[in-house]
């Protein structure tokens, strides 16, 4: 990838496509980014290549969301079981997202996006918690969209952790168990003060959750397409949101009478 974020503050926006309706886009999207291997593999190029092809996928994204009015976007860039994949790969990938932050940093903060990652961030390389520390540090106060990056990111493992820190405050005298409710809970969680995600969307035509954002998504709607992440452009951004407007979200309960 050469080009950066944005190499002035003047860039062009892009306009809402005609026949989204802005007063009802969701107010958050996330993303499962998958299809990156297969993407290079049907080109007969090494899966890395796809990686690399899916950060400008990425940085598409998070432009058209920002310009079209979404107000969150959360990406699955990493789980907790992409450790599994073969070394060079990780390796690859770790690095890879090093690189990525420390050319977009700049543009972010110009861009007043607020940058956030989620996940355990401990096992990450040190130079890689480092730049986070600072791209977070540095976006903190943006007032432009809110992306979440999740990276060594599980729904399990989230769910453990906030367990484990309400017994933690229960054993010490803090919390009283029956006050334990979903406020309490949710704010245990790496996404604490922040609306849950009101659409899901995956590439690579996979129906699967795939262990991500597994209590925020209780009432998302789903959007699965067949396009591989590396070619997600504006066209299938605007076949979601369409989707997503075309629904009856009820959140349980019935719809309105005619
Ligand atoms: C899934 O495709 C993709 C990933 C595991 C990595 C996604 C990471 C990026 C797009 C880079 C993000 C960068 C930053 C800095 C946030 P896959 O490899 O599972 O594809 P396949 O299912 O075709 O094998």
């Not at 009015?69 to 997202?97: D, H, I, K």
């Not at 599980?154 to 484990?164: K, N, P, Q, S, W």
């Not at 699967?208 to 590396?230: G, K």
Request: aromatic share 6%; glycine share 8%.
């Amino acid at each position: 990838m050469s080009r950066a974020l944005a190499t002035s503050s003047t860039r062009q926006t892009h306009p809402l496509p005609a026949g989204l309706d802005p007063a009802r886009l969701p107010a958050h999207v996330a993303v499962i980014m998958d299809g990156n291997g297969r993407w290079a593999q049907r080109r007969g190029l090494p899966r890395v290549v796809g990686h690399r092809a899916g950060v400008e996928a990425l940085k598409r994204t998070l432009r058209l969301c920002s310009d079209w009015g979404v107000g969150a976007l959360t990406a699955y860039a990493f789980s907790t079981e992409n450790w599994n994949r073969p070394g060079e790969e990780v390796n690859f990938l770790m690095a890879l997202f090093e690189r990525v932050l420390q050319r977009e940093i700049e543009g972010l903060e110009r861009e007043e996006v607020c940058i956030r990652f989620l996940g355990d961030l401990e096992p990450l390389p040190l130079g890689l918690q480092n730049l986070i520390a600072k791209a977070t540090a540095r976006t903190a106060a943006g007032s432009g969209i809110r992306f979440n990056v999740c990276t060594n990111y599980g729904g399990r493992a989230e769910l453990v952790r906030a367990a484990r820190r309400l017994a933690q405050r229960a054993a010490e005298g803090e919390l009283d168990p029956a006050s334990i409710d979903e406020q309490c809970f949710a704010a245990e969680l790496h996404t604490a003060g922040q609306l849950d995600p009101d659409l899901l969307i995956r590439t690579s035509g996979e129906h699967r959750i795939s262990n991500f954002l597994l209590w925020q998504l209780a009432y998302a709607e789903l959007h699965i397409t067949d396009v591989l992440w590396p070619d997600f452009d504006g066209e299938a951004l605007h076949a979601a949101l369409l989707d997503y407007q075309n629904r009856q979200r009820r959140f349980g309960g019935v719809d309105p009478a005619p």
